[in-house]
């Protein structure tokens, strides 16, 4: 089974960056799409960013567009989120999850959650002078 690990949350000023890494543990993620997810206190969970299996096709949501960057090292079994000039509507936590199926575009994994689950433990940001 798939399992996801989030790292690289924590407290950081407004206008600052963090990124967050994605690892696998006992899989190979270079056969799924992945996504970014956050969730902050009292609000629905949100996708962020999806990337394709390949990294040829990329979803941002609008609220993080320009700012935000996903990539993807398929030999480091890792997918990373860079997130740059940081607000305090960042603050969330964030979570990493890998597509249900192999042919949901990037768009629709982001915006419907289509997702494997469970979720994992998430990392928490939070964005904060």
């Known amino acids: 089974q798939l399992q996801l690990v989030e790292s690289g949350g924590g407290l950081v000023q407004p206008g600052g960056s963090l990124r967050l890494s994605c690892a696998a543990s006992?899989?190979?993620?270079?056969?799924?799409?992945i996504g970014w997810f956050r969730q902050a206190p009292g609000k629905e969970r949100e996708g962020v960013s999806c990337?394709?299996?390949?990294?040829?096709?990329?979803y941002y949501a609008d609220s993080v567009k320009g700012r935000f960057t996903v990539s993807r090292d398929n030999d480091k079994n890792t997918v990373y989120l860079q997130m740059n000039s940081l607000k305090p509507d960042d603050t969330a936590v964030y979570y990493c999850?890998?597509?249900?199926?192999?042919?949901?575009?990037?768009?629709?994994?982001?915006?419907?959650?289509?997702?494997?689950?469970?979720w994992g433990q998430g990392t928490q940001v939070t964005v904060s002078s």
């Open positions: 006992r899989s190979n993620l270079d056969s799924y799409a």
């Open positions: 999850a890998a597509a249900l199926r192999w042919s949901t575009s990037v768009q629709a994994m982001c915006v419907s959650k289509i997702v494997r689950e469970p």
């Open positions: 990337i394709s299996s390949s990294g040829g096709r990329i």
